[in-house]
């Protein structure tokens, strides 16, 4: 049997070994195969190397003993004053979870050493540790509406094709934005949202809410509801459309068996029903968005009108104000043209002088 080959330390390695263990922190086994052998390949800087059973056995004969994995020493995280004074601010309306992904990242796990501090500091924070009843019913763990400026715009460039450039955010757009995240933060819209099981239907969900809404900064309230209620029923139309396919299809297997013609029967059935379905929540989809578009045009006419009514005012005052200006000019006309006149009136009085005679001899000859 062939003996495994080993290799002997030399004095000058022993003594390296020596100085390097009696270092603050003693090195695991590859990084004293590492400084003992540069030339030795990565893959072989492990302890079952021939280079690290050398260095364990003469480890060994001096009692000593290396470590052959690193250990991993995990940093715990320092809230700073502001992350605190958030905390402290809504953890009586949001979920430990919640904050740290709001925080630091969206990705945030449980695990996360952000993640225990926001849970450890919300241990200090007396009364304010149970999230309210409300915010469970309606804020799901996996769903957080967006809180931030920078989240809103990536919410609606997630849905809408031609979104908001980041790099170039105009006023409006901010206005917008701003109006969006409160209408996302609006008890009906989270409740509405956390009755969704399945992802498929929150986003589909959320996605009709936000390409409805993004560009409107001056709904109201109820037009807020209704516009819910319309992105309500787009899912709806979605489920009703699936379930209409899977009766097509059970429909099309009957066919092919031969004693499936009473089952066909009852799928036509079915489908009838739910294509009927499908076209009611169609037309009045149709119908709430035909009622919104006509209600938010007639407020923006009587608005356009009353700021007419406001240009108009201030027409007027400049009109009035030109009026008076034109007055004036044509008094100083008038009276420039009056004093030309009595100028012009002496000049034939000139012309008689000048030829040697005075008017009353024009006059008598």
């Known amino acids: 049997m062939k003996k495994k080959q080993e290799i002997e330390l030399e004095e000058n390695q022993k003594i390296q070994i020596d100085n390097l263990w009696n270092s603050k922190t003693p090195p695991m086994i590859k990084d004293l195969v590492a400084k003992l052998f540069p030339f030795v390949d990565e893959k072989f800087r492990d302890g079952r190397s021939i280079y690290g059973k050398a260095i364990k056995k003469y480890l060994a004969s001096k009692g000593k003993k290396a470590s052959v994995t690193s250990i ?39 695990l996360d050493c952000r993640y225990r501090a926001v849970s450890e500091y919300l241990k200090t924070i007396d009364g304010k540790v149970v999230l309210s009843e409300i915010i469970k019913e309606v804020s799901p763990s996996d769903y957080v509406p967006p809180k931030s400026e920078q989240k809103a715009i990536a919410r609606i460039n997630k849905y809408v094709h031609e979104g908001i450039d980041k790099n170039n955010i105009k006023a409006s757009d901010r206005k917008s934005i701003s109006k969006l995240i409160g209408y996302m933060h609006t008890y009906r819209f989270l409740h509405q949202i956390s009755n969704y099981t399945s992802r498929k239907n929150r986003e589909l ?15 109201t309230q109820e037009e807020v509801d209704q516009y819910i209620v319309l992105s309500a029923e787009v899912v709806i139309a979605s489920n009703i459309q699936i379930r209409v396919e899977r009766l097509q299809e059970l429909l099309d297997q009957a ?63 400049k009109e009035e104000e030109s009026r008076i200006k034109m007055i004036k000019l044509a008094e100083l006309r008038k009276k420039t043209l009056k004093k030309e006149i009595e100028n012009l009136s002496s000049m034939d009085e000139i012309k008689c002088r000048i030829m040697g005679m005075t008017e009353e001899e024009v006059f008598n000859g």
Request: hydrophobic content about 30%; some cysteine; proline content about 2%.
């Open 255 to 317: 066919a092919e068996e031969t004693e499936g013609k009473r089952l066909a029967m009852s799928l036509v059935e079915s489908i009838s029903t739910a294509q009927t379905e499908y076209n009611q929540c169609v037309n009045r989809q149709t119908k709430l968005l035909n009622e919104l578009k006509e209600k938010r045009s007639h407020r923006l006419s009587k608005q356009i009108k009353e700021n007419a009514s406001i240009l108009n005012l201030v027409e007027i005052w």
């Open 205 to 219: 969900f959320e996605s009709s809410f936000v390409r409805y809404t993004n560009d409107k900064p001056d709904l």
């Open 72 to 110: 991993h020493i995990k940093k715990e995280y320092e809230l700073d004053e502001e992350e605190r004074e958030y905390i402290y601010n809504n953890c009586s309306t949001m979920k430990a979870l919640d904050m740290a992904r709001e925080l630091f990242d969206e990705s945030i796990a449980p």
